[in-house]
């Protein structure tokens, strides 16, 4: 049984990439806010962020907690639906679309399994790396189709750092002060720029323009 029912066109689309939260965007401000279509958005994340932004948030540089955007808040400004869960099957016949149950990080549940039906549906699911085959490809290279692939990708560059770091060499004495300011420009460098998180303090500062002085 479909969990929601409307006397209006259903349109689904599966899937809130580039392609399908820009489509669906629109469907809803031009018919989901004048009521002439009920327009919904099925995705099993939370939020999407632009796929060639990926490797700035594996490298460190970009936390994508500022550039997501939350299809809740998107679904409210925009006027459609939206309904988080996993895709796991597609009945032509009855014209429903079978989503999974929904479980946080503790698994609990948050959402049952349900069924949505349509009378359009668009698939808009996107695509994932391929490694035609290549062996130790999966076994080996992370893969940067997902912002959780990106962030862990970030976490065993930065754990690497550490690693490599906390088995370096003591410096001679007297040498560690002539290396501490090349060695943090290297260490900054290799981290990608990342923030240390064991870093007991941090301080920025820039430095006066003594260009003008004098004038």
């Given at each position: ?9 259903r349109i689904i689309?599966v899937?809130g990439?580039?392609?399908?939260l820009?489509l669906?965007t629109?469907l ?7 009521k002439?279509?009920?327009v919904?958005?099925?995705?099993k ?7 060639p932004?990926?490797?700035?948030v594996?490298?460190g540089?970009m936390?994508?907690a500022?550039?997501?955007i ?5 679904a409210?400004?925009h006027?459609f639906r ?8 597609l ?6 679309v079978q ?5 946080d990080d503790?698994g ?10 349509y ?15 290549t ?8 893969a ?7 962030t ?21 004495p ?7 300011h090349?060695?943090?420009r290297?260490?900054?460098?290799a981290?990608?720029g990342a923030?240390l ?11 006066p323009d003594r260009s003008?002085e004098?004038h």
């Amino acid at each position: 049984m479909a969990s929601e029912s409307s006397d209006l066109h259903r349109i689904i689309v599966v899937g809130g990439g580039a392609g399908g939260l820009e489509l669906v965007t629109k469907l809803g401000d031009k018919l989901g806010r004048r009521k002439l279509a009920d327009v919904t958005l099925i995705d099993k994340s939370r939020t999407h962020l632009w796929k060639p932004l990926l490797h700035e948030v594996a490298a460190g540089s970009m936390d994508f907690a500022v550039h997501e955007i939350d299809f809740l808040a998107q679904a409210h400004w925009h006027g459609f639906r939206y309904r988080i869960g996993e895709m796991i099957g597609l009945d032509r016949q009855r014209r429903e679309v079978q989503v999974a149950a929904h479980v946080d990080d503790e698994g609990r549940q948050v959402t049952p399994m349900r069924s949505f039906r349509y009378d359009t549906l668009v698939m808009a699911v996107g695509s994932e790396s391929n490694d035609f085959g290549t062996p130790g490809v999966r076994e080996h290279a992370v893969a940067l189709d997902t912002p959780p692939q990106a962030t862990r990708f970030h976490r065993r560059l930065v754990n690497a750092y550490i690693r490599g770091h906390a088995q370096a060499r003591r410096p001679a004495p007297g040498a560690a002060a002539g290396r501490d300011h090349r060695g943090g420009r290297d260490r900054h460098r290799a981290c990608g720029g990342a923030a240390l998180h064991d870093a007991p303090t941090r301080r920025l500062w820039t430095r006066p323009d003594r260009s003008r002085e004098g004038h």
